[in-house]
Nanobody
């Protein structure tokens, strides 16, 4: 029910925009979140937005660089990533849940999209 896309290879300082497509029922009432994961490490919270878009949360390391948004008409959520750093390299996953939280307690998960930032 969630499909993430938009990953790729980019040089440090560059930008990428990730997109997450959801079913209308999922999107209209759920919190949308983004997490990232690298091999051997726990899944890390990146950003989340409540169903109305009125509240957002970011992990400290991406504040000022990443922006989460959602388009209700298109049933999509996006993560605009600017000023990318090599340490942002990870598989990025979108998620949908009922509570705005930084822990991975979300009900639905997309398959992930790889983001690689070269130095």
């Amino acid at each position: 029910q969630l499909q993430a896309s938009g990953g790729g290879l980019v040089q440090a300082g560059g930008s990428l925009r990730l997109s997450c497509a959801a079913s209308k029922r999922t999107f209209s009432t759920y919190v949308m979140g983004w997490f990232r994961q690298v091999p051997g490490k726990e899944r890390e919270f990146v950003a989340a937005m409540n169903w109305s878009g009125s509240s957002t949360v970011y992990t400290d390391s991406v504040k000022g660089r990443f922006t989460i948004s959602r388009d209700i008409a298109k049933n999509t959520a996006a993560l605009q990533m600017n000023s990318l750093k090599p340490e942002d390299t990870a598989v990025y996953l979108c998620a949908a849940g009922r509570q705005l939280t930084t822990t991975p307690e979300y009900d639905l998960w997309g398959q992930g999209t790889q983001v690689t930032v070269s130095s």
